[in-house]
């Protein structure tokens, strides 16, 4: 029997969306703000005050990644400290290591920059839809596995249940996930719980930032047998240089042979692109990490990290609490 979810946006992609995958809407308000960028990003951090009794001081900061839609050049480090870049070994990621025994100074500031061109990220939707799901070169279960704050049994299962077509295939399914999660979640910072990325207060609360709505999707997709993951990383305005208030994060799903981009808030957001954010990403974004439940490289003291945007600081062994750590972002636009 089909879902009150199934039927009704099987029908839709069907008969509306497959033939028109990979176009851009000709209308002005559907179609991408930008198809590339090529900024010098900024990343200010100070840390302290630093307790004057205090032995050691770790830091891990992230750093711009580097894949088939984003290349970084010009990464400079400014600190009083002497500091690494370390590579992650794990999807891509890599970080400024800063490390400091003995006594340390009361405040630490750390300047990080680098040009990133960002190239707007578009899937063969054609592809995916005529394929199935496979193994990724035997590497699928690390995006089928669940992660502490998005499980794939319990509430979220019963919920996959629910949104169950019976015939849809891997990329159809895909599609009614996207339609359920933009259609009963709300962007919406208000109150306590949201922006932890927690699978199963998006599903009850139905409300959250870009990291609760792309929890759920992914959760929901992982629970029928889809890979899927998550990406952080930065929004870009539309002026030519301003500030960064805060990160913004999207997700993917494997299909036919390839990844497909989601980004279910953008498409609560902006309506008139809802369509456009199932299988492209515009160009303003810079992406960071990739990942959830990390355990970095040198590894921290303790449980793994939910995910990782801002410094994540350790001072004797113990983590730093947020009001000890100050963050700015900003980005120029530069002529190519």
């Known amino acids: ?12 992609i069907a008969l509306v969306l497959i033939p028109q995958v990979g176009s851009v809407c000709a209308n002005d308000e559907s179609a991408p703000r930008s198809r ?50 370390v590579d992650q070994k794990n999807d891509g990621n890599r970080l400024v290591f800063i490390e400091a025994k003995g006594q340390l100074p009361q405040t630490i500031v750390v300047k990080l920059s680098a040009d990133v061109v960002r190239r707007q990220e578009s899937a063969d939707l054609r592809k995916a839809a005529a394929g199935r799901t496979e193994p990724i070169d035997g590497g699928s279960a690390e995006f089928l596995r669940p992660d502490a704050l998005v499980p794939t049994t319990g509430r979220i299962a019963q919920v996959s249940a629910q949104l169950d077509d019976g015939s849809a295939t891997p990329f159809e399914q895909a599609r009614i996930i996207y339609e359920y999660v933009t ?18 207060y998006a599903c009850d609360v139905r409300r959250g ?22 990406t952080i990383g930065f929004p870009l305005g539309t002026d030519r240089a301003d500030k960064i208030p805060g990160y913004h994060c999207w997700a993917e799903f494997y299909a036919g042979g390839e990844w497909i981009p989601v980004d279910a808030s953008e498409a609560w957001k902006h309506p008139a692109r809802h369509d456009y954010y199932f299988g492209n990403l515009d160009a303003d974004r810079i992406a960071f990490t990739r990942g959830r439940d990390l355990v970095l490289n040198p590894a921290q003291a303790g449980e793994p990290l939910n995910y990782l945007i801002y410094p994540y600081v350790q001072i004797d062994g113990k983590a730093v609490s947020k009001d000890q750590i100050k963050n700015s972002f900003a980005y120029s636009d530069l002529t190519h």
């Not at 029997?1 to 839709?12: D, E, I």
């Not at 259609?183 to 199963?200: E, Q």
Request: charged residues 20%; hydrophobic residues 40%.
């Open 36 to 85: 590339e960028r090529h900024v010098r990003f900024s990343y200010v951090t100070e840390i302290g005050p630093i307790d004057p009794n205090a032995q050691s001081l770790k830091i891990w900061i992230p750093l711009p990644r580097e894949d088939a839609f984003q290349h970084v050049t010009g990464i400079s480090v400014e600190s009083a400290l002497s500091s690494r870049i």
């Open 209 to 230: 930032n870009c990291t609760d709505f792309h929890s759920l999707f992914i959760a929901l997709a992982r629970s029928r047998g889809i890979p899927a993951r998550f």
């Open 183 to 200: 259609s009963v979640m709300r962007y919406d910072k208000t109150g306590t719980g949201w922006g932890r990325g927690d699978a199963i």
């Open 1 to 12: 029997m089909a879902s009150r979810y199934g039927k009704s946006l099987f029908t839709v």
